[in-house]
């Protein structure tokens, strides 16, 4: 499935779900869709989207919080996957655009291009729902499906082409970022 269209899809079904982007081409396809102050973008944070999403589930109970990430980012923290669903946050939806590739680093192929199955790890785990979806029209029965309750985590794994669209860069001000991520929340500075 074409990836800006799956995720142009999620963003807007997400209502006032805060958003979380994993390293590299998530970041980019969120912030083509548009940007937000409800977007919280990671950079140079590999790895650390699923865990930054836990966390701001937990501080924000209320809110839904929506991880976007790659399978590259969520294959380095594995583990994440253990420790998320042992915290049992109902309302964090992890969302990972797999085309099986390491985009950022040359598109070298990925342990999901070589048989390793996130939603059956997110399953194993003990995430509340987990499964793959193939196509695109798919997603419009997720976003209905992210606008209901949860029972606890959820991670689906689109399986997106392999392609670079041109990158679209938000601010790569972390602390910007940051500020204005917290004054969305009704936070000050830090």
């Known amino acids: 499935m074409d990836r800006r269209a799956a995720v142009a899809k999620l963003l807007d079904a997400r209502g006032d779900a805060l958003v979380v982007t994993g390293l590299g081409s998530p970041t980019y396809d969120v912030h083509a869709h548009y940007d937000s102050e409800a977007n919280y973008y990671l950079w140079g944070a590999m790895g650390g989207a699923a865990?930054?999403?836990?966390?701001?589930?937990?501080a924000q109970p209320e809110r839904r919080v929506m991880v976007i990430t790659g399978d590259g980012e969520m294959l380095m923290a594995l583990g994440a996957l253990a420790t998320i669903a042992v915290a049992r946050p109902a309302n964090l939806d992890i969302l990972v655009l797999d085309?099986?590739?390491?985009?950022?680093?040359?598109?070298?192929?990925?342990?999901?291009g070589l048989g390793l199955d996130l939603a059956a790890c997110a399953a194993a785990a003990g995430f509340a729902a987990a499964r793959s979806l193939t196509r695109l029209d798919e997603?419009?029965?997720?976003?209905?499906?992210?606008?209901?309750?949860?029972?606890?985590?959820?991670?689906?794994?689109?399986?997106?082409?392999?392609?670079?669209?041109?990158?679209s860069l938000p601010p790569r001000d972390a602390v910007f970022i940051k500020n204005?991520?917290?004054a969305h929340l009704g936070l000050g500075p830090n």
């Open 180 to 182: 204005r991520f917290r």
């Open 139 to 167: 997603v419009d029965a997720l976003c209905a499906e992210l606008r209901r309750p949860a029972q606890g985590p959820r991670l689906f794994v689109l399986k997106i082409e392999a392609s670079t669209p041109p990158r």
């Open 51 to 58: 865990l930054v999403g836990l966390g701001l589930a937990q």
């Open 99 to 112: 085309n099986q590739r390491y985009g950022e680093t040359g598109m070298q192929a990925s342990h999901t």
